[in-house]
């Protein structure tokens, strides 16, 4: 037995005594071990014999135990009756939220028809009171000081962007406190979401209904008539929005929005691909801040000679994982965060956003202007011992150089 499945043992120790399951408490122990191990999801995946439970810990699945393949529908349906979808609809995608008496976790729910049987998603938000505040999110001082310069500020997009799961959400949501708390209510803000994850004092949260023809494109137009200031959008997934979002941004609204590209500056040339008009790039955007979350390796790591390290590391030692109790044997120990900012003030930066220019060229300008990407940073963390080798390739892929570690070395 793993030490995952230990924890969700203490919640559900074992089947009835007539070996049957009980489903409404499987479903709760099932909640309750995985927040107690500090999962962000809960993974129910069909197979073709059995139902697979995976936890996504530290940004990584991990497997936690399995149950009988006729669980399967049970189990799902009692996850959907709790997030009031149709129990009976199995053939279409579904969404929706968990409700929680007590207010204080954020939980949603995604189901997707397979071959097997439905597959249901569980994402479990941070609780009530964790990670409100800018402060508490552990980004380097010059990017925090900047942020909060920039939301003082009354029209232009800030966007965030970053793969999935790399915290653009809790960012967001911790901006808009942000707003709230330094303007004490004297300015509206709004939201347009899909869905709504967390909600915020302070803001007229709305959520979009495509069924209805009430999208994103359409709730922003109509929203640019509710007299806001601040605007949040939750994400920009197509033209329409994004011309949307850039033109709010000239007639006096300040946007929050974001976006899904690997760094700041493919974040424009994403943006132009998708027909954007150049001048409201350059014009509408305040600042582009890109984000990815890196484990931290656990106390328990050692040092190692490494015969190949990352391009731009010269350091012979690095540390690697090991692995201990505290870590449940995977040598990380939670997780901590990369970033980037960009904001295309400077002439050359403006002149390559009007003509057009690849992200190479964005990035080598932002660099020359001050910017420190992501991977500088990756390679400041390694160094430090903060994080491993390895785990920089798993985040941003081979390119980032195959290293090849030796035996280990006594701190």
Known sequence: MNSLEECFRQYFPSVSGNGELDVPELVEALLQSARAAGASDIHLIPTPHSLDIRWRMDGVLQNVVEFPRETVPKIVSRLKVLAELLTYRTDVPQEGRLRDATGQSETRLSTFPTMYGEKAVVRLFAGAGRYLHLDELGFPDEILAALRRLLG???????????????????????????????????????????????????????????????????????????????????????????????????????????????????????SDMDIEPYLLRSGTRAIFCQRLLRALCSCARKAETTQVLPGLD??????????????????????????????????????????????????LAVDAGMVTQRVRALEAVRAGKTSVDEIIRTFGVAAGTPEVGKQADD
């Open 153 to 271: 500020e009354t029209s232009g997009v800030i966007m965030l962007t970053g793969p999935a799961g790399s915290g653009k959400t809790t960012t967001i949501y911790a901006c808009l406190r942000e707003i709230v708390n330094k303007s004490d209510a004297g300015r509206s803000l709004v939201s347009l979401e899909d869905p709504i994850e967390v909600a915020v004092e302070g803001v007229s949260q709305s959520q979009v209904k495509p069924s209805v023809g009430f999208d994103m494109h359409a709730g922003l137009r109509s929203l640019l008539r509710q007299d806001p200031e601040v605007i949040l959008v939750g994400e920009i997934r197509d033209r329409l929005t994004a011309e949307t979002v850039f033109q709010a941004s000239l007639t006096g609204h300040l946007v929050l929005t974001t976006f899904h590209a690997g760094s700041a500056a493919r974040a424009i040339s994403r943006l």
């Open 315 to 364: 350091a012979a030692i690095a540390h690697v994982p090991v692995g201990c109790e505290t870590c449940r044997g995977t040598g990380y120990h939670g997780r901590f965060v990369l970033s980037e900012m960009l904001e295309p003030d400077a002439n050359q930066m403006g002149r390559a956003i009007l003509s057009r220019s690849d992200a190479s060229r964005l990035e080598e």
